[in-house]
């Protein structure tokens, strides 16, 4: 009988890590997230039920295209529970992504979701890199139409191969996925990470470390 009772007690654990590596599931039939609200906890707050309107489960906007005039030559408009209150508790939020010819989403993660994209104009290059020690980059050129998925928690990014705009829509799943540019991060930090901790890192002077972090 120690045996079942053992195996038991591990799917209980499995099914309970499973459960927990995403968003947790609503306890109703909504919850509107109450951006007032002081209270803290994980996710936000739920306005009365009974105060929720249509204008808290819709957003407008998508159908216009993003200002791709900066650095990396993309936009990201993001539909999470910042925009759209609906989606607390939801697990779920989505994205329009613009390209200007040649731009590039740069390789970004998102620490709480996994992302399915898809392609609606032009031609892009996606791909992603599982974690060490491979480090193995998965790579494909997306046509319109296609689908890629990027898993959760690992690096990718998105590219756009042709002279042409280019636009894609991503759907992700939580309602606050996060993200962090790896260039930002690492560059950008504030106050500075020690530029002789970066040129260790990337086996490169501190001087190019320096005129790097300078760009953020």
Not at 17 to 42: E, G, H, K, R, W
Not at 143 to 157: N, R, T, Y
């Amino acid at each position: 009988m120690a045996i079942p009772i053992f195996v038991s007690g591990l799917l209980v654990l499995c099914f309970s890590i499973i459960a927990i590596a995403s968003d947790p599931s609503p306890l109703q039939d909504f919850c509107v997230a109450d951006a007032n609200s002081t209270v803290l906890l994980n996710g936000l707050a739920c306005k009365d039920p009974k105060l929720a309107q249509a204008s808290d489960f819709s957003f407008s906007g998508l159908q216009m295209a993003g200002n791709t005039s900066n650095a990396v030559g993309s936009r990201v408009t993001p539909v999470t529970v910042a925009q759209l209150p609906g989606l607390n508790t939801l697990g779920i939020s989505f994205a329009r992504v613009d390209y200007a010819p040649w731009g590039i989403n740069p390789p970004h993660t998102h620490p709480r979701a996994s992302e399915i994209l898809t392609v609606l104009k032009g031609c892009l290059e996606v791909g992603f890199v599982t974690s060490n020690p491979d480090n193995r980059l998965i790579t494909k050129i997306l046509q319109k139409g296609d689908v890629f998925v990027f898993p959760i928690g690992l690096i990718h990014f998105q590219r756009n191969v042709r002279p042409g705009s280019a636009i894609a829509l991503a759907a992700l799943s939580s309602q606050n996925p996060g993200v962090i540019t790896i260039a930002n991060a690492v560059f950008g930090s504030k106050p500075d990470i020690s530029s002789d901790i970066l040129a260790k890192a990337f086996q490169t002077d501190e001087a190019i470390v320096k005129d790097i972090q300078s760009k953020f």
